[in-house]
T-cell receptor, first 115, second 116 residues
Framework: AQKITQTQPGMFVQEKEAVTLDCTYD???????LFWYKQPSSGEMIFLIY??????QNATEGRYSLNFQKARKSANLVISASQLGDSAMYFC????????????FGGGTRLMVKP | GAGVSQTPSNKVTEKGKYVELRCDPI?????LYWYRQSLGQGPEFLIY????????DSGLPNDRFFAVRPEGSVSTLKIQRTERGDSAMYLC??????????????FGPGTRLLVL
């Protein structure tokens, strides 16, 4: 079985500062993928960034980067230069070959950016 | 190009009624997924299709839930004899193929179902 844990129910960050959202995962499968999604109040899940278990380097996409620490089984999302529009729910998710094609999601972190 | 679309965006129904939720995936995507998200929680997997066939329906909570994808594109999630506990956001996603852990799933805007 695979499991995702997000321990921060809510986070505040000042506009223009960086913020780290925590995610730890558990799986016995050596082949897996880790994903971060953003969910604004409108409800749509927006894909942000992906990290494969065999990737040697941390993934980056614009202001988003993924701090992947395989030995610790953590995949934290770093958002640089926070903007007011970054206020939303953020979900960490994973899939693994042994678990089929389903995504398993964490409980999410609500990020609030202060002006 | 166009993303995943879902209709209706909102659905209010009465306990015991039948509802259908529709999902139109990204053109060319062969894999399609349904998830259910209760308030304050992360989405939970229901079912996924590879082409026309349901490759994994292990997440369907009971036999009141059924989904089809007859032509390998649009999918319909069907809920019979709705219960108040079925109230949730129903999310559909698609991916280019079903290559397991390495495929990104792209989500639609969801259907908010409220059962009174």
């Amino acid at each position: 079985a695979q499991k995702i844990t997000q321990t921060q129910p809510g986070m505040f960050v000042q506009e223009k500062e960086a913020v780290t959202l925590d995610c730890t995962y558990d799986t016995s499968d050596p082949s897996y993928g880790l994903f971060w999604y953003k969910q604004p109040s409108s409800g749509e899940m927006i894909f942000l960034i992906y990290q494969g278990s065999y990737d040697q380097q941390n993934a980056t996409e614009g202001r988003y980067s993924l701090n992947f620490q395989k030995a610790r089984k953590s995949a934290n999302l770093v958002i640089s230069a926070s903007q007011l529009g970054d206020s939303a729910m953020y979900f960490c998710a994973m899939s693994s070959n042994n678990a089929g094609n389903m995504l398993t999601f964490g409980g999410g972190t609500r990020l609030m950016v202060k002006p | 190009g166009a993303g995943v679309s879902q209709t209706p965006s909102n659905k209010v129904t009465e306990k015991g009624k039948y509802v259908e939720l529709r999902c139109d995936p990204i053109s060319g995507h062969t894999a399609l997924y349904w998830y259910r998200q209760s308030l304050g929680q992360g989405p939970e997997f229901l079912i996924y299709f590879q082409g026309t066939g349901a490759a994994d329906d292990s997440g369907l909570p009971n036999d009141r839930f059924f989904a089809v994808r007859p032509e390998g594109s649009v999918s319909t999630l069907k809920i019979q004899r709705t219960e108040r506990g079925d109230s949730a956001m129903y999310l559909c996603a698609s991916s280019l193929s079903a290559q397991g852990a390495f495929e990104t799933q792209y989500f639609g805007p969801g259907t908010r179902l409220l059962v009174l």
